[in-house]
């Protein structure tokens, strides 16, 4: 008889936060937020005291969220901020008036990068099928693996949790299900340091109780649309027959939202760790004017466009589409893409591209955040020679992410760790 299929999803608590609780120690149990994109305040706290080991830095010398000016937003947080209301993708000035006393560290992504390579080889080492779904998460596939059926899948989440933390100092969660989707949501779960097993007879009593946002996939838009129809949860979508939601939401979405909330999905691990997008952004020191500004504009523009076409050469992808985001001085965020009949990886083309789909964007406000991202990636040894005229002929996907629920998830993953927040 075939085992049971069991898929766990593991991600990492509080990843870049507690990354910095490894090397300042002092700081656990404290309110600590990652943000505002810089090294600085704490290269000048190393500086000021060059002889001394991290540790032994007094807590009192750190800089704190209330002295923080600056126009970052955070990253992430320590569960002790997390008690304030503070979260990822918060401006630092909201979460200052939240927590002034939290003390606030810039990212280190070479760190990041360093810790997401050794929690996932320690994972490889117990179980070799293992999908990369960005920084700080991984699918691990546990149906023929040693233990990965006690306790449905408990045996096998305690003995990597472990295998983690002894490797690298850090906590993960692990949900454990009958498929990814399931698992994704388990994870959540029992966070921080926790495990969660979910059966297929756990639907009822621990799905359909949440609400419709917790299905990876459903994002703020869809559920803004599912709510006005009276769906608030997953057990309500679940009761809605498909025919109605595909008159609401078209043909896929509709039939993959009553798939989703019958807990349905089967989707395998996929081994490959190739990345889902790239991106680059920027926050502005100051509000930017799409008019008066247009210089300034510009240029970040095409920084951004040729830092992003540098990491595509770096890591050896050429992408299909090519899309931008920006965020509003009222925080409101709008995103566009466009999808190319070839795959590029010319800097002139991509700001081409980015410039198009910032024509399709609404510039009467002043801006923040500029970001640009490259997705549909290809390893780009894997093309045949693309000429430049290849591709640059457009196909106007009239791509509104925002207006669309896609079936596929709206937050895509955490992808390198020097791509922020797309
Ligand atoms: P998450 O796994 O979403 O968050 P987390 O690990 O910080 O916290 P949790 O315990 O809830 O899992 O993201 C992983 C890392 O990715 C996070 O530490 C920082 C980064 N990140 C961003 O850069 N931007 C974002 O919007 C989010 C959500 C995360
Ligand atoms: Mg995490
Ligand atoms: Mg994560």
Redesign the pocket.
Known sequence: MRPLRRIAHL????????IELLRYPQLKGLPVV?GGGRRKADEALLAAQPARDPRFIPVADFPLLKDYVGRG?I???T?AA?QFGI???MGMMKAARLCPQAIVLP?DFDE?RKYSRLFKSTILEIAPLMEDR????VYIDFTDVPGGQREGGRVLARLIQKAITEATGLTC?VGVAPNKLLAKMAS?FN??NGISIVHEEDLQGKIWPLTCRKINGIGPKADEKLATLGIQTIGELAAQDPSFLIAKFGKATGAWMHEVAWGRDDRPVVTSSEPVSMSRETTFERDLHAVRDKAALGAIFTELCNKLAMDLARKGYAAKTIGIKLRYDDFRIATRDQTLDGYTMDAKTIRQVAGQCLKRIPLDKKLRLLGVRAATLEKSEHLSKISEKDTFQLSNRAADQANNAQAAPE?VA?ES?GD??F
């Open positions: 991600d990492m608590d509080a990843f870049f936060a507690s990652i937003v990253t992430t947080a569960y997390r979260g990822s993708a990212v990041v960005g920084v700080d998460e969660s959540e966070k921080p937050r955490n760790p922020q927040l």
